[in-house]
């Protein structure tokens, strides 16, 4: 008897990954598309320059981010997609960062999110932890609508990708940079936070239409909050401000009219 076929979704992932992965595609970056929230214009400007991405950006972000991929070597075990997602669809319990990826025929473009970690259970999803660290302590103290809209956009994806997202829960879980500087710890503080999410039902204590703070172990210095994932709820609308990926994306293509600076009122949910 050999192994059991893996359903459509899974099949779907390893498909558009090895697209993305074969094709020589135009890349936008998370990084770029930030940047356009406060400056269109100037994000699109050095979009097109021959300037490198490490050169765009301040040293400290820069070496965070190094920092950040070194820690992420740390700490986990590098996976084929094809294995990576064999081993989400088949373990009981599956805690790890693999990209979530879609294809979006109309516009022509493939959507792919890197999730901090992700914590499935029996093939479902069922959280999706983003991480921030923040150099003002005082920034600890609220989380923004828009620090929602990374781990947002993942689970639209496995949404629109058919995957089980009735019981899917976002955390956003910011950090104090100044006492985490060991990112690899961090990251295992994040792991632990998952796995105490998924052992326990926390989903059933959560409001529906709001944030709600999570003082989960070994969280000192850090704020983390849990927001239910609704896939008839709109972020974007709700925000009432900016642009989408979509507008974003056609901006940079050249097929948009870049702004200056769009309206953003730093709103919290």
């Known amino acids: 008897m050999g192994d059991k076929p893996l359903r459509e979704q899974y099949r779907n ?14 890349t936008i970056l998370a990084v770029q598309l930030h940047k356009a929230k406060f400056h269109q214009r100037k994000a699109f400007d050095e979009y097109t320059s021959d ?4 050169e765009t950006l301040p040293q400290a972000v820069v070496q965070s981010s190094r920092r950040l991929t070194e820690a992420r070597g740390e700490v986990s075990t590098s996976l084929t997609t094809q294995d990576a997602w064999s081993g989400i669809a088949t373990d009981e319990q599956w805690i790890g960062a693999p990209p979530i990826q879609m294809y979006r025929e109309r516009e022509d473009v493939y959507l792919r999110g890197y999730p901090f970690i992700i914590g499935f259970q029996n093939g479902t999803p069922r959280i999706i932890l983003n991480k921030i660290p ?10 923004y609508g828009n620090e929602w809209a990374r781990p947002w956009v993942i689970a639209q994806i496995l949404d629109a990708t058919r995957f089980d997202t009735k019981d899917l829960v976002l955390a956003t879980m910011k ?29 059933e204590k959560l409001p529906a239409d709001r944030p709600h703070p999570w003082d989960p172990p070994e969280q000192e210095g850090i704020r983390t909050e849990l927001l239910r994932y609704d896939s008839n709820r709109s972020l974007f609308s709700e925000l ?6 979509r507008d974003l994306i056609q901006m940079f293509l050249g097929h948009q009219s870049p702004k200056g600076v769009p309206p953003d009122r730093g709103r919290t949910l």
């Open 13 to 26: 992932q390893i498909k558009t990954a090895d697209e993305i992965d074969s094709h020589d595609v135009q």
């Open 51 to 54: 300037q490198s991405i490490p």
């Open 134 to 143: 923040v150099s003002d302590p005082s920034n600890l103290s609220l989380v």
């Open 175 to 203: 950090a104090d940079s100044a006492r985490y500087t060991d990112f690899s710890y961090l990251r295992q503080i994040a792991t632990r936070t998952v796995t105490t999410f998924l052992e326990e039902d926390y989903r």
């Open 240 to 245: 009432g401000h900016g642009d989408s990926i």
